[in-house]
T-cell receptor, first 114, second 110 residues
Framework: NAGVTQTPKFQVLKTGQSMTLQCAQD?????MYWYRQDPGMGLRLIYY???????DKGEVPNGYNVSRLNKREFSLRLESAAPSQTSVYFC?????????????FGEGSWLTVV | RKEVEQDPGPFNVPEGATVAFNCTYS??????FFWYRQDCRKEPKLLMS???SGNEDGRFTAQLNRASQYISLLIRDSKLSDSATYLC???????????FGSGTQLTVLP
């Protein structure tokens, strides 16, 4: 059982380039999330999808777009990467957004924008 | 005021010591509370939920104080393997998201 799988694990981008982080879960969870983690800032929510077909902004959505492709997959797109988007990105999923103790994270994607 | 604030750390303690972390939250509508553990360059993993009556899991005890709006995590008889960053998190029904603290780094020394 893979849980939450995200790709790529490492990526270096030049300023202005675009890229998509992919995330898939095999736990039949309804809710999915994208967080970024920066030193001293903790985890900050970028976007989330409470259920298939819905997406909502989190705390730091600027510069990002998301797509809930189906129940399993939730992608994060950087249209024009900026150095401020250098971070570690975590995808997560949960059975239901109201049940915090069932949230599972992927292994993270280390993104550097130069 | 930040929504959630944690002890800054780092905490460096000898093996066998007892160590406690606090986490304060500002949103009084917060409904559920959790402690997560994150190892270096790894994803966060749920350590334990925090209940109003307090709860214990082996050497770990979590408590919630709604009046003062903080949660705590107590680790007794620290092991080297407890070295990690501990993140508090809370769920607010109105916000529909889990909000995390910035984490407290613990290093248990031999």
């Amino acid at each position: 059982n893979a849980g939450v799988t995200q790709t790529p694990k490492f990526q270096v981008l030049k300023t202005g380039q675009s890229m998509t982080l992919q995330c898939a879960q095999d736990m039949n969870h309804n809710s999915m999330y994208w967080y970024r983690q920066d030193p001293g800032m903790g985890l900050r929510l970028i976007y989330y999808s409470a259920s298939e077909g819905t997406t909502d902004k989190g705390e730091v959505p600027n510069g990002y777009n998301v797509s809930r492709l189906n129940k399993r997959e939730f992608s994060l797109r950087l249209e024009s990467a900026a150095p401020s988007q250098t971070s570690v990105y975590f995808c997560a999923s949960s059975e239901d957004w109201r049940i915090g103790n069932t949230i599972y994270f992927g292994e993270g994607s280390w993104l550097t924008v130069v | 005021r930040k929504e959630v604030e944690q002890d800054p750390g780092p905490f460096n303690v000898p093996e066998g010591a007892t160590v406690a972390f606090n986490c304060t939250y500002s949103n009084s509508a917060s409904q559920s509370f959790f402690w997560y553990r994150q190892d270096c360059r790894k994803e966060p993993k749920l350590l334990m939920s925090v209940y109003s009556s307090g709860n214990e899991d082996g050497r770990f005890t979590a408590q919630l104080n709604r009046a003062s709006q903080y949660i705590s995590l107590l680790i007794r008889d620290s092991k080297l393997s407890d070295s990690a960053t501990y993140l508090c998190a809370f769920l607010s029904g109105s916000a529909r998201q889990l909000t995390f603290g910035s984490g407290t780094q613990l290093t248990v020394l031999p």
